[in-house]
């Protein structure tokens, strides 16, 4: 029902910043939790961000403070505005939604996923 598609990855010297995009197809896009992972070489996917249909954010700790969600329903997109970036950040990120609209859940069961977008930065 929702197709997801991240753009705006790239590569970046540590401490710089990037903005990725989540481009979502449907009109229910409103409706759904709309979140973050990632993945590196050799690890687990891990959450990233998440934000809830009415715009309450949740981040894990090692991003709080640098990155930011955002949503614009009237564009069907979800942002992740990243800034002071580490090399520990290196790692392809994916959207992911859901219609069911769960506060902070970090966890893979996410209905829908992007097909990822490769962030690396730089030392």
């Known amino acids: 029902q929702v197709q997801l598609v991240e753009s705006g990855g790239g590569l970046v010297q540590a401490g710089g910043s990037l903005r990725l995009s989540c481009a979502a197809s449907?009109?229910?896009?409103?409706?759904?939790?709309m979140a973050w992972f990632r993945q590196a070489p050799g690890k687990e996917r891990e959450f990233v961000t998440s934000?809830?249909?009415?715009?309450?954010?949740y981040y894990r700790g090692s991003v709080s403070g640098r990155f930011t969600i955002s949503r614009d329903n009237a564009k069907n997109t979800v942002y992740l505005q990243m800034n002071s970036l580490k090399a520990e950040d290196t790692a392809v990120y994916y959207c992911?939604?859901?219609?069911?609209?769960?506060?902070?859940?970090?966890?893979?069961?996410?209905?829908?996923w992007g097909q990822g977008t490769q962030v690396t930065v730089s030392s």
């Open positions: 934000i809830t249909s009415r715009s309450f954010t």
């Open positions: 449907g009109r229910t896009f409103s409706t759904y939790a």
């Open positions: 992911a939604a859901d219609a069911r609209d769960r506060y902070g859940y970090m966890g893979y069961e996410y209905g829908y």
